[in-house]
């Protein structure tokens, strides 16, 4: 809807409402009235003033497991992290089992993406939590969410638990503009948009633009599923395997993976491939107690201390990233050019690298 059809929608309520103390108003004045607040708005919604409503969309964030740790973490979400994957290795989900789920990054090209074989959509009473994608820049969170939202092993925290019971109910296309209008969530993804000097207006991607997509995998019911909110519903993967595993689901979902990649040119390297799984600090505390009840070796517990001692470092590390993520450093630097300026020394450094750069140019160009 509008500003002008909003206005206008509110304008109609408040006439359908007798209000004597506002009776002698003319109809015209209340118009001129209205008129004012339309353009008032579409001040405000200017290219240059978009910056005014940015809480209201959603921002391109970095595909990093420091930053969606720490923006489930912000939702309220406790005991889970995420980990990036470098390869579809057993004894690399086996160190980090549980994993609930996985989020496979890709380049996204509809020709490929296309499958020729007709996918198995699950129905939405016995299926898993399926949202549809309907606003641009939020897949990644939304992939995240849509593995949070089928675990019943997580803690998920005050605001997901009531999203989620607010939203059961709702049909795929109204669960993704649930998310889309949910401030909490909103707000704790925007919280890692890179601060920009310039207020860009949005545009549609052309053929040119490289686009990328995120698709989460996750076990629901005894079953696999792969939820693309791209897609018309969730597509079955298949039934997961009668073994003495938690994570036998990898079998079913880790093939898929692979045969997707190997769909894409074989110059193609740009995936990313995240899981998300138990809090490793956690997961090593509880490891290390099990030891000290059983009056385990040392050796043993050595190793546990280690892993633990750097997880805790890693942890450090993703913190002090994320808060040079938020931190807006386009104040100093347009001070820090002010000033280089002013002593008259912009000018040269500018040519230094203008000249730098064309004679490495030119050495490029006689090999």
């Not at 003033?49 to 930053?67: N, Q």
């Not at 998300?276 to 009840?293: D, F, G, K, T, W």
């Not at 230094?352 to 064309?358: G, H, K, P, V």
Request: include cysteine; hydrophobic fraction near 40%.
């Amino acid at each position: 809807m509008s500003i002008q059809a909003r206005i206008h929608f509110f304008k109609n309520i408040s006439d359908s409402t007798p209000d004597t103390t506002t009776s002698s108003v003319s109809t015209a004045a209340a118009d001129q009235d209205v008129h004012s607040l339309v353009v008032f708005f579409e001040t405000l919604i200017t290219p240059a003033r978009k910056d005014f409503f940015i809480i209201m969309s959603w921002c391109t964030i970095e595909s990093d497991p420091g930053v969606f740790t720490s923006l489930i973490e912000d939702i309220g979400v406790q005991g889970v992290q995420v980990e990036e994957l470098y390869a579809l290795d057993e004894q690399m989900f086996a160190d980090l089992s549980p994993v609930y789920g996985l989020v496979f990054l890709f380049k996204y090209e509809s020709a490929h993406d296309e499958t020729s074989e007709s996918p198995m959509y699950a129905s939405e009473e016995d299926g898993p939590f399926f949202a549809k994608q309907v606003i641009s820049n939020a897949c990644a969170t939304q992939a995240i969410l849509s593995i949070l939202l089928n675990c019943q092993d997580i803690d998920l925290g005050e605001t997901l638990s009531e999203f989620k019971a607010f939203t059961s109910d709702f049909p795929s296309d109204l669960k993704g503009l649930a998310i889309s209008n949910s401030d909490k969530i909103r707000l704790a993804h925007n919280s890692f948009a890179r601060a920009e000097p310039f207020v860009v207006e949005e545009r549609k991607a052309t053929e040119d633009d490289d686009v990328y997509h995120f698709v989460a995998y996750v076990p629901v019911n005894g079953k696999v599923y792969e939820l693309d909110g791209l897609r018309e519903g969730p597509i079955c993967l298949g039934e997961i395997p009668q073994l003495d595993s938690r994570d036998a689901w990898l079998q079913v979902a880790c093939p898929v993976i692979q045969k997707r990649i190997e769909k894409y040119s074989a110059t193609e390297i740009r995936f990313n491939l995240l899981a998300l799984v138990r809090n490793r600090i956690q997961a090593y505390e509880e490891q290390l107690s099990v030891l000290a009840e059983a009056g385990g070796n040392e050796q043993a517990a050595a190793q546990i201390q280690a892993d633990l001692a750097a997880e805790k470092q890693k942890r450090e590390n993703w913190k002090l990233e994320n808060q040079r993520r938020k931190h807006n450093y386009i104040p100093f630097i347009i001070q820090l050019l002010k000033t280089l300026a002013e002593k008259k020394e912009l000018e040269p450094l500018i040519k230094q690298q203008l000249e730098s750069r064309n004679a490495a140019a030119a050495s490029t160009a006689k090999q």
